[in-house]
Structure formats: structure tokens, C-alpha cells
T-cell receptor, first 119, second 114 residues
Framework: GAVVSQHPSWVICKSGTSVKIECRSL??????MFWYRQFPKQSLMLMAT?????????EQGVEKDKFLINHASLTLSTLTVTSAHPEDSSFYIC???????????????FGSGTRLTVV | AQKITQTQPGMFVQEKEAVTLDCTYD???????LFWYKQPSSGEMIFLIY??????QNATEGRYSLNFQKARKSANLVISASQLGDSAMYFC???????????FGKGTKLSVKP
């Protein structure tokens, strides 16, 4: 249980275009979704946190207007990279929280990630 | 702020041998959770094992065990009987992020030699 489906797995787009990444919770309601970015050979860095029905909270240094996050329902959160540039090329991964505190590790579940390449 | 330190950028282990991946954490929270994840080249984050700060016993999950030393603030992962498929990045993580998120270490790349 507690599966998050993330699409697309990989995407190549032209510089200046926008790309939308979706994360769907398949068998539970995700009240909170975390969006991470991971550059090659580096760790996961939190970009933003979205809560259903409210505005996302962005980490320092993350451009709100470039990385649009929408969490309109308890089962869907989206990240849109607007006007993408080559430096936005990275691995993006979402993670859903199942509520307060971890429950035998299943308090956090991850999508499979999206590898974005901007050419 | 919570901080996770993994001091081994890369590790090599012979197939069928055991290996320990180091992780230390820094927190002032009385209650916290510690996680280990495996990330193969495909990128997915695979949950391996979890240790709660109040758990009396070290966590074990199959070939994975967590050597939890609370006083030292260390949570090392022990993989027994390494397999070629264990070659991957391994991340130690902790609860305590300001948004309720996990905080990750820099990771250790494990390579299993045949």
C-alpha cells in the first residue's frame, strides 16, 4: 500500500518550454507532498512542500514563479517547470507524507522520479 | 537544525561479505526517526529500514540491520551477505525537517565486486 505514481519517468524538452510532472497517490490520501530535486551524484534537496488546498511552501533559493506547484486534490500534486532552461535539467522526485510521524518507515513514500533534460 | 552526515562517498565490498555504511545525525529533538534508502541507477528511492529514537532494539529487515547507538548519535547500516544487486547509492535520512520532511545525508555509493 501507500503507492505514489509519478509521471513522466523522463522527459526531454526544448529550452523555453514548460514541463508538468504529476504525482498521484493511488491508495491513500496525500495531504502533504514534498518535491525534491537531485543533481547528479548529489543528495535530495527539498524544493517545496505542498498541502492540499493551500499554497506551497518553497525552500530558500527556489523560484516560485519557475516551479509551480499545485495540490488541488488529496490524490494529485503537480510540479510545472516553466520556461525551462538547461540548468533546470535534474532528477525530480516527489514524496508523500502519510501524516504526523513515521509509521514503521511507511510515513514517507516516494514516487519513482522524473529525469528532466532541457536542450 | 537536523543534519545527517555520511562520511563515506564510496565503498567497495566483495560479494557475500558484510559491509557497514556509516551515518551520524545531529538533532535536539527528543523524538525522531531514522531511515535508510537505496537508490539504484534508475533513481527510485527504495525504503530499507527504519529506527525510531525510542526503539529499544536495533531494527532488522532481512539482510539489513541498523546499528543504532543513540549516545553517539549514529545509525549505521549493516548489509550482510552482499549481492551484486546491492550496488547502488545509499542514503541515510532523518525526520526533523522544518516542513515535516526528511533530511538526507549526501549518500554512499556502494559497489559490490564479484
Amino acid at each position: 500500500g501507500a503507492v505514489v505514481s509519478q509521471h513522466p519517468s523522463w522527459v526531454i524538452c526544448k529550452s523555453g518550454t514548460s514541463v508538468k510532472i504529476e504525482c498521484r497517490s493511488l491508495d491513500f490520501q496525500a495531504t502533504t507532498m514534498f518535491w525534491y530535486r537531485q543533481f547528479p551524484k548529489q543528495s535530495l534537496m527539498l524544493m517545496a512542500t505542498s498541502n492540499e488546498g493551500s499554497k506551497a511552501t518553497y525552500e530558500q533559493g527556489v523560484e516560485k514563479d519557475k516551479f509551480l506547484i499545485n495540490h488541488a486534490s488529496l490524490t494529485l500534486s503537480t510540479l510545472t517547470v516553466t520556461s525551462a532552461h538547461p540548468e533546470d535539467s535534474s532528477f525530480y522526485i516527489c514524496s508523500a507524507s502519510l501524516g504526523r510521524g513515521p509509521l514503521r518507515g511507511y510515513g514517507y513514500t516516494f514516487g519513482s522520479g522524473t529525469r528532466l533534460t532541457v536542450v | 537544525a537536523q543534519k545527517i552526515t555520511q562520511t563515506q562517498p564510496g565503498m567497495f565490498v566483495q560479494e557475500k561479505e558484510a559491509v557497514t555504511l556509516d551515518c551520524t545525525y545531529d538533532t535536539s529533538d527528543p523524538s525522531y526517526g531514522l531511515f535508510w534508502y537505496k537508490q539504484p541507477s534508475s533513481g527510485e528511492m527504495i525504503f530499507l529500514i527504519y529506527q525510531g529514537s525510542y526503539d529499544q532494539q536495533n531494527a532488522t529487515e532481512g539482510r539489513y540491520s541498523l546499528n543504532f547507538q543513540k549516545a553517539r548519535k549514529s545509525a549505521n547500516l549493516v548489509i550482510s551477505a552482499s549481492q551484486l544487486g546491492d550496488s547502488a547509492m545509499y542514503f541515510c535520512a532523518s525526520t526533523g525537517g522544518s516542513q515535516g520532511n526528511l533530511i538526507f545525508g549526501k549518500g554512499t555509493k556502494l559497489s559490490v565486486k564479484p
